[in-house]
């Protein structure tokens, strides 16, 4: 279970400061304090965290490190292209682990493991590092050749629609698949199948 909590945590974590990102620069219109408040928003986990006395994780850290090294970077230079490039980077490190198909297979409750056939389990895998990797690529291009509103709608519509509608898409499909098999193991008709 902890890989796909970290990429949750990770998409999560990207999702919460690019947007707090946007607020900030929309409301403020300043570079320096929407820079600023991103890299608040990557500290203050990790600062809970510490005040806990509790582990930091790795993708905090990494969250932290990313938010701060894109940010500086625009802060200095002006431009809000390098925090822009942020979720790139979160979704190419999301596609690299997710390269192996069966990633998933550990992350399912039981009653998926056993009746949705491993090919479907290991090409939804695929399907999802390709997922990642095109909306890694597509938010880099938008980053460096639009501007901060049309990120800002892909990063908020676009990105986060995908992901719910690629979820919502393997549900169905691995719902099906359970129910039809669970009802042919019972000697019964799959409902809708004829």
């Known amino acids: 279970m902890e890989p796909l909590r970290q990429a949750l945590g990770h998409i999560l974590d990207d999702f919460v400061s690019a947007v707090l990102f946007l607020i900030a620069y ?7 304090t929407a820079v600023g408040i991103a890299i608040l928003a990557a500290l203050t986990p990790v600062a809970w965290c510490l005040l806990q006395q509790r582990r930091v994780e790795p993708r905090q850290w990494a969250s932290l490190s990313l938010t701060s090294a894109l940010g500086t970077g625009s802060w200095f230079l002006g431009s809000p292209r390098f925090i822009m ?5 979160v979704h190419f490190a999301l596609a690299a682990a997710m390269r192996r198909g069966d990633w998933m297979i550990p992350h399912l409750n ?4 056993e009746n949705v056939p491993k090919p479907v389990i290991v090409t939804a895998g695929y399907a999802w590092a390709v997922l990642m990797a095109a909306l890694g690529l597509t938010n880099l291009i938008i980053a460096l050749y639009f501007d901060v509103r049309v990120w800002a709608w892909f990063v908020a519509v676009i ?5 719910l509608a690629a979820l919502t898409l393997q549900y169905v499909v691995f719902r099906a698949l359970v129910r039809r098999k669970l009802a042919r193991a019972a000697g019964l008709r799959p409902t809708g199948v004829k």
């Open 159 to 163: 990105s986060v629609g995908a992901k």
């Open 26 to 32: 929309g409301a403020s219109g300043s570079l320096h």
């Open 85 to 89: 490039a942020k979720p790139s980077a």
């Open 110 to 113: 039981t009653t998926a493991r």
